[in-house]
């Protein structure tokens, strides 16, 4: 008998498993997700038997968001918050090569993840706080969010309804959860408007998790009325859903009460708990996370809604900022602006680079290096100068002040920069010295740019008298004769070349950090700055910062190392911009030229150069028969020279002598003795003359008379 009692019990149990699964189906309880397992027996007094799982149950009575009256066992359902900085965000758009809708445009499908994370209510920590939160409280057991996307939709007739996507949620190491969304065609667009820039998408949120639903059931017999439909036989009620307790029981009827394990949904039935994802996407850190790649493939940000209305391309982010006015006329150092439009990048693009001089001096040197390509004095000398904006500091922090007005910083924030790199479809060139060969790289600090010059013997002049004329162009005042034309880099897609001048010139250089400024505490406070370079500066004019305020300093000379406290009252100021230039003579000495060009000499510490002598005179008309030549360089009298002798068959010569690379700067002055033989007899005339400068001394009448 115990044996047939105990397959009777299974039996039973059994055909009450699948009634409930039944009673689901109907919808009867719709918080109910699943059953989970084999439903328990009430063990007398509508408990859970021994040894059951530790769930919570859904009949109990408790505070809103916190199950169980257990003093011993507590359980709470969590709120949702969106995670701040999300790491993992993305809206990724694909236009599939082939597809297009109906009126030609295209499809575009996208993926958008973002993240949240659970936090405990308020009002379950209220409770956690007083003397009756029970002993042990967690969150309920295996939680799993259930997410949808919701954006509102306007449609033809003009009403607004909400386009629903489904989303996947998964959990992440680091306790927080992904949500993510397979968007089609139409919901991509939406989305796209929505979360950048008219707001109104929310995220909603359920959660399914485990527990015990009490139920009562029995077997009505033949006639017996009951409320409910009958599944196999079976009639249910279930008691609580997870939001609210029990408040009585139903009487005892033949059957019984039964404890069936399950995932409930909470909330048990719509609305669900709405996250709105307003704009909080539609910031610059996210604005890059907004992709589509193109039929071609091509990976991009972003830039606007006509991405998604029309094919996408390869395109630029950028496009010229003019909401501010005339920049040249408001800004004289500057030429134009562009707008990085999904960086918020606002590029400023400088009137004119120059050599950059700072704390350690100008940035420009010269190699002389071996040329086993030239027959004339074997030599080349390389020039490498670091160039960069020349940008009044004034100009700069006015702009600064005056760009969150425009109007495309409106709810973001906009980056000020200058110009990082050439653009190598737009190569530069260099205007004003047909003898050298130039070339351009990007420097090794940000915004720089780095010039290279080589120049060497040009067919008959020797290279030291080309550079001899390169050096004095660099030292022209006024209108500066040695310049470059320059394309700089916004990004690799902007079509029209960027364009700008690089002037080589002593008189027209970029500052760096050669100055520093401070505002010293006292009453008033003041502004102090301090000439940290190589060479004395010339003080323009200045500003206090931010208020702008502009000072002329009349063109005060701020010798190096030495420090001048600025006349204006500093209160309320945080730094100041100086406009200041370096001082530099008109013209500049020879030798003075050493501190301003670095000359490094290790490579060929002398160079070989001809001094060459021509008579352009006719000999027998002067009665001349003969000229005898000899040499005494000024800066090495004891050097031999060899001499020479020019006749009216041998008109011109020339030797050559090896002489310090320095001598392109120093120059190369001669003492040159022309001994004259006539047919009445010898005379001697002296000349001065500097075969750097001018490598021919040509001799005429007037030299001889």
């Not at 350690?360 to 390509?373: E, Q």
């Not at 000020?416 to 004003?432: A, F, Q, V, Y």
């Not at 028969?625 to 360089?633: C, K, N, P, R, Y």
Request: net charge negative; proline share 8%.
């Amino acid at each position: 008998m115990p044996a047939l009692s105990s397959a009777w019990e299974d039996a039973v149990e059994e055909e009450i498993n699948i009634a409930f699964d039944m009673f689901l189906a109907a919808r009867q309880a719709p918080w109910i997700v699943r059953r989970n397992g084999t439903a328990l027996a009430d063990a007398g007094g509508i408990k859970l038997p021994a040894g059951a799982m530790d769930l919570p149950r859904l009949d109990e009575v408790f505070p809103a968001h916190l199950l169980s009256a257990d003093k011993q066992r507590g359980w709470f359902l969590p709120d949702f918050m969106l995670v701040d900085a999300d790491p993992a965000f993305r809206f990724d758009v694909v236009q599939q090569a082939g597809e297009v809708t109906p009126d030609g445009k295209p499809v575009n499908q996208a993926t958008l993840a973002l993240s949240f994370r659970t936090e405990i209510p308020a009002n379950v920590k209220h409770v956690l706080t007083s003397p009756d939160a029970p002993a042990r409280v967690t969150i309920v057991p295996d939680p799993h969010p259930v997410a949808t996307l919701s954006v509102p939709v306007t449609a033809q007739d003009g009403s607004v309804h909400p386009l629903i996507t489904q989303g996947a949620v998964t959990p992440q190491s680091d306790g927080t959860y992904l949500a993510t969304f397979a968007l089609s065609q139409g919901a991509v667009e939406a989305a796209y408007e929505r979360l950048t820039d008219l707001g109104g998408a929310t995220l909603e949120l359920s959660l399914n998790y485990s527990a015990w639903q009490t139920v009562f059931a029995f077997i009505p017999d033949v006639g017996f009325p009951h409320p409910t439909p009958l599944f196999h036989g079976w009639h249910f009620q279930a008691f609580g859903d997870g939001t609210s307790p029990v408040i009585e029981q139903l009487n005892v009827f033949p059957g019984g009460y039964h404890f069936f394990p399950v995932t409930v949904s909470y909330p048990p039935s719509p609305p669900t708990r709405s996250l709105p994802l307003g704009l909080s996407f539609a910031t610059d850190a996210y604005r890059a996370r907004f992709r589509i790649t193109t039929r071609d493939g091509h990976t991009r940000p972003i830039i606007d809604a006509g991405d998604l209305s029309e094919f996408a391309t390869v395109r630029s982010e950028y496009r010229e900022l003019t909401s501010l006015g005339d920049v040249q006329a408001q800004y004289p150092s500057l030429r134009r602006l562009y707008l990085g439009q999904v960086s918020g990048t606002v590029v400023a693009l400088p009137m004119n680079y120059g050599i950059v001089h700072g704390a350690t001096g100008l940035a420009a040197k010269c190699d002389s290096i071996i040329d086993p390509s030239s027959n004339l004095t074997g030599s080349r000398f390389h020039f490498t100068f670091t160039v960069a904006p020349v940008v009044d500091p004034i100009d700069w922090a006015r702009l600064a002040a005056a760009l969150p007005g425009a109007p495309e910083a409106a709810g973001r924030g906009l980056r000020l920069t200058l110009p990082d790199g050439l653009d190598p479809r737009h190569p530069s060139m260099l205007n004003g010295f047909p003898s050298a060969t130039a070339a351009f790289a990007d420097g090794i600090t940000p915004h720089t740019v780095r010039v290279s010059v080589d120049i060497a013997d040009d067919h008959a002049t020797p290279a030291l008298t080309n550079v001899s004329l390169f050096l004095a162009e660099l030292e022209t005042a006024g209108e500066a004769p040695l310049f470059a034309n320059m394309a700089v880099r916004l990004d690799d897609f902007f079509n029209q070349p960027v364009q700008t001048q690089a002037t080589l010139n002593l008189h027209q250089t970029a500052g760096s950090d050669d100055l520093s400024s401070v505002i010293v505490p006292g009453s008033p406070p003041a502004a102090v700055v301090t000439n940290k370079g190589r060479f004395d500066l010339t003080l323009q004019r200045f500003a206090l910062l931010p208020q702008l305020g502009v000072t002329a300093l009349n063109d005060k000379v701020l010798a190096t190392g030495q420090s001048t406290t600025l006349s204006a009252d500093a209160t309320g100021a945080t730094s100041v911009a100086v406009v200041r230039s370096l001082v530099v003579p008109d013209p500049i000495p020879r030798k003075a030229m050493l501190e301003f060009i670095s000359f490094n000499t290790q490579t060929v510490q002398q160079v070989q150069h001809p001094l060459t002598v021509h008579a352009a005179i006719n000999f027998a008309a002067a009665g001349i028969t003969a000229i005898d030549v000899a040499f005494s360089l000024a800066e090495a009298p004891a050097l031999p020279v060899p001499r020479l002798t020019l006749t009216a068959s041998h008109t011109i010569d020339f030797v050559n002598v090896l002489i310090p690379v320095d001598s392109a700067i120093t120059g190369l002055e001669t003492t040159v003795t022309l001994d004259i033989t006539t047919s009445s007899g010898q005379r001697t005339v002296t000349v001065t003359h500097d075969f750097v400068d001018e490598p021919t001394l040509t001799i005429t009448n007037t030299t001889i008379a």
